[in-house]
């Protein structure tokens, strides 16, 4: 017990610092440059790790497989962090931060419509997650930067729903994330030549840049092998130790963690009024992840004895 715990507080320190690092790497040379290093460093890493199992299994998966891994792809590893990345260059960590857990409640409704049930705590976390980004709204008064996160977090809960749905048999989990991260690299790249083609950017520049400035090489390499390919591996390591359910506790730290670097390191100031709000958000996360599960899963237990 002691070492899923340690492995689930690992990655919450890893997702909760993913964002103030890969502000510095973007505020220095842009969304796209930076994602397009990341996501180069990510693929490598995972390929190079997951390189036996691709050996074996990249021939004998079907067109429908590649499709579907794209499709999958396109939310959560592609526009996600990429969106990500534009938000932060424009925007605070700590709003940044808060919006992007609106997913779970937007994953929520989502699911309402799918299964047509509504829950009383799923309606309780949606009302407090409204009221949280109403209180943001007023106190920050919404740029494009709060905008895009917010859109993200739909995003995200989309890819979610997506991943629910969407079924593979007999595929190991380090190839389904590689080739993943693979076509993600290509709309990546296809992306990036487009905006330099559209912003005459002198990629020499770029490059200096990060050579020369070792807070923007470390956000590079800590993003793309730690923030995405080392999380990856001690997430599914943990689903097999414990539970998909278990795991997804471990991304209620990460935003303590962001906030506080924020805070501290960055010199953001949080007023009452944001505070408030992004704790409403928070308090709707953790009971769409948390107490909600928890909740059904007593009531079905006391069901059982009962019967």
Known sequence: MIKTISIAIIMGIIWGSSFPISQIGVLHI?????RFATIFVSTLTMFIFSFSYLKSSLFNL???????????????????????????GLTSVSS???????????TSIFSIFLTKKIHALTMIAITLCAFGVMLLSKTNHFQLGE???????????LG?????????KNIHMSVKVTIQMLFTLLLTTFVTIIWYLNNAVDISSIARTIVSTPSVLFSILYIGSIGSALVYFLWFTLIKMESAEFTTYSTLLSPVISIYIAVTYFGEELDPMTTVGGGLILTSSLIVIVIQPLYYRIKNRLKLNHE
């Open 30 to 34: 842009g969304a796209f440059p930076f």
């Open 147 to 157: 905008y895009l996160i917010s859109i993200n977090a739909i995003i995200w809960a």
């Open 160 to 168: 979610a729903i997506l991943s629910q749905q969407i079924i593979f």
């Open 62 to 88: 079907t067109k429908q497989d590649y499709f579907k891994l794209f499709l999958l792809c396109v939310p959560n590893i592609f526009l996600v962090p990429l969106i990500n990345n534009i938000s932060l």
């Open 96 to 106: 940044a931060t808060f919006l992007i857990y609106m997913m779970p409640c937007i």
